[in-house]
């Protein structure tokens, strides 16, 4: 017998019914004899639904007032699920985050788990019960209900997890796994069987979007055996998992895009140390998420550098900008909207070093002109003209093999 | 300075522009002075909607995780009461049950305010702050989140106003206090300035309705002062307090009536010890609430026994009823519907004794017929047709001059 922890996001409780098909799943895992821990997310859209009426209280919001209004989605979600297994002959019972024993920092709105006391989980899993955690939640030292952050219910599965010695952790979501690229665009994208977590880590953070990279990391730091699965289809889903039991031929995983990119540059900026510092110190403090930083080559003393936000954040970088450009002397700032990244991810690429020269000329033949080039040890991104991103992808997946 | 503990039902919390009228009382509160102690059922229907939800998910719900479901809605008001306060520039915070130390019994649904350790909410006060609790919920001995009933929330309050020895516990509601009658029916009803604690119990069961009776009764034990007043209105409203502080003249307070009567009885019950305890039992042992009982002159040995239930359970009792009959060897059953019971309550009936005459005599001028009559210390009630209760309504209330 062994113990699965399975999440189900907010998509999957989105009604009624959605919670019902989410208890046949968790009976079904049940049935082959394994003790069951669930952790839900709120509902559907409810969580958008609290933040619109928390903004009508006025222009601001505390953190840790919307931790206590954020934090009841997950506590319906848990008690109707409970109730759905309940009515299905299945004993089950729900607990709130601090119930579960889930500790964080004296942070709100994005803390991080300290500890999990498992006690209450364990007392309700011996008497032969389903478990559910509203995820996402947790208790400060204080005495305060604390959130995870958007996504914290993946954190919250991955974390208890470690804490039970879960055989594995389920996530269940709206795709049926990670694929090798994103198969609205790519028709012949292949759901992908396993990723090493450093790949999932930068497949997630380029946008593949199905699992937190906050999630991965605490996943790869005590080796908790993650599957991304389909809510509604039974499949396997992809299993993320640690490099070494990968199969090793692997160059490139997948390909992942994200078209929500706008770019920046400041034109011959002074040669001095500190001046990188002066100019992201400044994005920071205006909460401005930057995302590849690229510095071209010097000349005369003097550099470019150039980076990429958010588009939402482009009327926000802009001022920001213009100001650090005139404080520091540099000669001039140019903006691009339109633009899209895409990557080529895969934990094979460390020994082969053509990945990143195979990957331009590809985009060179179809006549893609890059923008910029970023690059890590599993990783290469390129920014391109955004409606130029469904050719590159496609070129680039087959061209791979993928 | 003295310290205020304010309770606003669902109907004054209802959507964000009620909750900053909310404020705006809140807020002159405390600005003459005094500390206030916030206490907010959900959100108007709020709590009807989470139960639909329940039911939903198939015929049977735990008392356990109802509770965990519908403790989210006063947490929620309690938030986005907090985030408009601050939104108004003054400085406040919400808590849970359980965060503002309220201890119940290990019962779910309906459980007992145990004990309040007040620590936290102290602590917040001595900060200036204005302290918001979700009212209605509370934390059992084994961890688990309870409630304390429909209308639980100002038993909440008035448990808090005991603990930290509130001024005053101003209850808000959508009538402007207590009344001689109810003002729909009859025009010319006054608000009273004082209702005594045994008065308030009687005209609250009766279907006065604006204050449970459990909060009643225990500020009537922790000598608690309760002002029922209007959350839309700044007149005073009602107070209840004990009754050797009240005008000592007045022998009637009020008229209360209810319209939701149906009346059962059994014929030539046998005159035996526990025959009486046999039908009311299995009537008990069905969940139907009996409200008035009434037991006839014994002829030849044989009693007929009446009594009356809400109108809905009439369905649910007359089978037990008529099963009961025919095993304890009644000669018949009946029952009647499109009944309503008129009652006046009055701390001055005690020394007062023809009281219930009078009543009687003024029905009887009315040409209303009496189906049922019972008293008690400080109330005396009558079952009569239900057409007939404005009528009945109007002229007692002009005969007691009230």
């Known amino acids: 017998m062994g113990l699965v ?7 999957s409780v989105g009604d009624i019914d959605k919670i019902k098909n989410v208890a046949y799943r968790v009976i079904e895992e049940s049935n082959q004899g394994h003790q069951v821990v669930v952790v839900v997310s709120a509902m559907g859209d409810l969580t958008d639904e609290l933040i619109a009426l928390a903004r009508q209280t006025g222009p601001n919001q505390s953190e840790r007032e919307m931790d206590m209004l954020l934090t009841t989605g ?4 848990a008690a109707l699920l409970a109730m759905t297994l309940n009515n299905m002959g299945c004993a089950a019972v729900s607990l709130t985050g601090w119930q579960g024993g889930v500790a964080t920092e004296q942070v709100h709105s994005k803390a991080r788990i300290t500890d999990i006391k498992p006690d209450r989980i364990e007392k309700e899993l011996t008497q032969n ?3 559910i955690i509203a995820g996402f939640q947790g208790l400060s030292p204080n005495g305060e209900i604390t959130t995870l952050g958007r996504g914290g219910s993946d954190t919250t599965a991955v974390a208890l997890s470690a804490v039970l010695k879960a055989d594995i952790c389920d996530i269940y979501t709206d795709v049926e796994g990670v694929y090798t ?7 012949d994208a292949k759901k992908l ?3 090493s977590y450093d790949e999932m880590l930068e497949l997630a ?3 593949a979007g199905v699992l937190q990279p906050r999630a991965v990391e605490f996943a790869m730091q005590h080796n908790v055996r993650i599957q991304v699965r389909s809510s509604f289809k039974m499949e396997p889903g992809t299993l ?7 199969e090793s031929n692997r160059i490139v995983t997948g390909v992942a895009h994200d078209l929500n990119v706008a770019k920046l540059a400041l034109f011959d900026v002074p040669d001095q140390p500190g001046i990188a510092s002066t100019i992201f110190q400044a994005l920071a403090e205006a909460s401005i998420n930057v995302d590849m930083i690229v510095q071209a080559d010097m000349r005369d003393g003097r550099n470019d550098i150039a980076f990429t936000v958010c588009k939402d954040d482009l009327h926000l970088a802009l001022p920001v900008v213009e100001r650090v450009a005139k404080d520091i002397g540099a000669s001039g700032t140019s903006c691009g909207q339109d633009l899209a ?31 910029m080039i970023s690059t890590s040890e599993i990783k290469v991104s390129c920014v391109i003209d955004a409606p130029l991103i469904n050719a590159a992808i496609n070129a680039i997946h087959k061209r791979f093999n993928l």
Do not use: W
């Not at 997950?74 to 979600?77: D, K, L, P």
């Not at 690229?181 to 028709?187: E, K, S």
């Not at 993320?240 to 990968?246: Q, R």
């Open 5 to 11: 922890v399975q999440k189900f996001g907010g998509s």
């Open 74 to 77: 997950e506590q319906q979600s």
């Open 129 to 131: 019960k389903i478990v």
């Open 181 to 187: 690229a994103d198969p609205r665009l790519v028709p």
């Open 193 to 195: 069987e396993f990723v």
């Open 205 to 207: 953070s380029l946008g």
């Open 240 to 246: 993320v998992v640690e490099g070494g039991k990968m």
């Open 341 to 371: 990244k895409i990557s080529i991810v895969g934990a094979g690429m460390t020994s082969n070093p053509g990945v990143a020269a195979t990957m331009f000329a590809i985009l060179a033949d179809e006549n893609i002109n890059i923008h």
